[in-house]
């Protein structure tokens, strides 16, 4: 079973440039999370979708971060200006009952 | 924050000693999980305890969940060096499918 893709898996810009991440989930599962670890921190999730539905945006930043997930399968998430404070690996995962599968993630640094 | 506390946050012990990291979580749950993160990599699910259980075991590993205290512990018998890496908690919401984690533990297993 091929398991979460994510790409790229290094990116550097700079300060107010705009980045875009991609997700593929493992095939058939339904939610999916996009996380936000900073170094030495444990994973913050930003959006969580149910299929194609958002079900919790909450820590989301947007004003200058976005989701979608179209057909309720490969995800983006986008940020536009990115900001010094958004250098992080950027987490997907997806599930099918209550374990969560990741990705290996991307490391983003904005300098 | 949303998220959990783990502690400690760091520990250094010798290959053949056992870990103990524990875990506390803010809201009531359907589940609690760990996870195991190496260097530069996704996470990967080790565990799972359901909110109507009290321990659980899997191999090396041993699991307690209290309720009440809202906290779990995660017990390594007879480490290895190839333990070496970060242990987070991650609660399962009981009214959505968030999956929230806690800040982490680092764990080094010295040969």
């Known amino acids: 079973e091929a398991g979460v893709a994510q790409s790229p898996r290094y990116k550097i810009i700079e300060k107010r440039q705009s980045v875009a991440f991609w997700c593929n989930p493992i095939s058939g599962h339904a939610t999916l999370y996009w996380y936000q670890q900073i170094l030495g921190q444990g994973p913050k999730l930003l959006i969580q979708?149910?299929?194609?539905?958002?079900?919790?945006d909450s820590q989301l930043p947007k004003d200058r971060f976005s989701a979608e997930r179209l057909k309720g399968v490969d995800s983006t998430l986008k940020i536009q200006p990115a900001k010094l404070e958004d250098s992080a690996v950027y987490l997907c995962?997806?599930?099918?009952?209550?374990?969560?599968?990741f990705g290996q993630g991307t490391r983003l640094t904005v300098v | 924050s949303q998220q959990g506390e783990e502690d400690p946050q760091a520990l250094s012990i010798q290959e053949g000693e056992n870990a103990t990291m524990n875990c506390s979580y803010k809201t009531s749950i359907n589940n609690l999980q760990w996870y195991r993160q190496n260097s530069g990599r996704g996470l990967v699910h080790l565990i799972l305890i359901r909110s109507n259980e009290r321990e659980k075991h899997s191999g090396r590993l041993r699991v307690t969940l209290d309720t009440s205290k809202k906290s779990s512990s995660l017990l390594i018998t007879a480490s290895r060096a190839a333990d070496t890496a970060s242990y987070f908690c991650a609660s399962r919401m009981d009214s959505s499918y968030k999956l929230i984690f806690g800040s982490g533990t680092r764990l080094l297993v010295r040969p």
């Open positions: 995962a997806s599930t099918w009952g209550f374990e969560a599968f």
């Open positions: 979708f149910q299929n194609n539905g958002v079900v919790d």
